[in-house]
């Protein structure tokens, strides 16, 4: 048996964990099972596949299924189980100020700029002209969540010194926030906000790891939703 | 030099910690924070303690300054530090099938239940009568958070014979995570859903660490919005 992720190409979340695999060299050990999101997801339950609501109550992505039938939830919780279990900690010690120090990083990339982005992605698609609710659009929170993924890109900034020297998860990690930032607010310019952390990013994002799992639309599901288009969220842990 | 740890009696991520830390018996070793909010937190960024912000880019509570220095900001990474550096590994074990299985519970207390319930209050907040922008509330979100809860809740009954033994990680979560129900939408009956689980939670309530943090409001600080009453939400992690 084979570990099961279920998966979108559009979901930072979900991409650290396919950087991870490949980083880990365990793309043989994980089957990818692709999910589909309706636009309703913003506001409303929509249908999953049984199999992933099996996989996660939470209804998001990533969700990992393991070899012994373990069910992991989240992103960062998967990370680390796969460096941990499979991995020999390759990407991240098992103990000491140095695995704290990681998992720092991948705290501020994840609770702090991945969900700023989500949050403002799905903020925003309130006040879609397709939405039936378009009044619940709030231009303050999403200039809230601009302010979140600022001050966390500054904060990198002052620790950029930090990114160098072999992958590990807190690298990973952030790597996924920048190209969040780059596919969906190309006009934010935290490269200026962080010009020694770009400077890393944009030698980072050639490792084969992160070109071969560049961010792309999730997929349609006419089935799920009549009226559906692309999703561009990358909103769906 | 001791640990800060940055806290509202309100939040049931920061909870997660303070229940972690007597359950270790570190007491002595961290200083509790106090942090205040005012209401407009929900869709503004608010005026925030320098050493505050300095602990936590993401402005969220709770945050850990570590005594060497380090800045955990995500209970989750916070409660892992904890046991694992400083606990001796007695919530959770280091590694294997155990491990993950109670960081499964930690991540669908976490991710899952905390998270629609955090989500949930700031909604129902866009609605209150002082709200700058009344029209924002989807009553379709406060209900997808609800049922997200509520498939939660669901494995967790299934899973409930999980719940014995010592304390671990999974149970500090899951108790937090009941406990806000109670506190906070005591019509969910939550009880009905996992009948089980409630049980396990009446004696685990009763636990010193568990009523020594029973969840109260967040203190109004008046010096950081004139207007601001009394905070009621869980909800600033």
């Given at each position: ?15 650290k964990c ?5 980083e ?9 099972v692709?999910?589909?999101?309706p ?7 929509v249908?999953?596949?049984?199999d992933?609501?099996d ?11 393991t ?19 499979l ?6 010690p ?56 600022e ?8 620790r ?23 596919f ?35 997929p ?18």
């Amino acid at each position: 048996m084979t570990m099961k992720l279920f998966y979108t190409p559009a979901s930072h979340f979900t991409r650290k964990c396919t950087v991870t695999i490949k980083e880990l060299g365990l793309e043989a050990r994980v089957e990818i099972v692709p999910t589909k999101w309706p636009h309703a997801w913003v506001t409303e339950t929509v249908p999953y596949r049984s199999d992933f609501l099996d996989a996660t109550p939470i209804a998001r992505i990533p969700a990992l299924v393991t070899e012994d039938g373990l069910k992991l939830t989240d992103s960062s919780t998967i990370c680390e189980y796969l460096n941990d279990e499979l991995g020999s900690y390759k990407l991240c010690p098992a103990r000491g100020h140095e695995r704290w120090r990681i998992l720092s990083l991948v705290s501020i990339a994840t609770s702090g700029i991945m969900e700023a982005q989500v949050m403002r992605i799905a903020e925003l698609r309130r006040k879609r002209p397709d939405s039936k609710q378009p009044q619940e659009f709030s231009s303050s929170f999403v200039q809230k969540m601009k302010e979140r993924q600022e001050r966390c890109f500054s904060v990198l900034e002052q620790r950029h010194e930090e990114f160098s020297g072999p992958a590990d998860l807190g690298q990973i990690a952030v790597g996924c926030a920048c190209a969040t930032s780059d596919f969906r607010f190309p006009d934010d310019q935290w490269r200026r906000t962080a010009p020694n952390l770009a400077r890393w990013y944009d030698e980072f994002r050639e490792r084969s790891s992160m070109r071969e799992t560049e961010p792309a639309e999730t997929p349609q599901d006419p089935d799920l939703e009549p009226t559906a288009t692309t999703l561009e969220a990358a909103g769906t842990e």
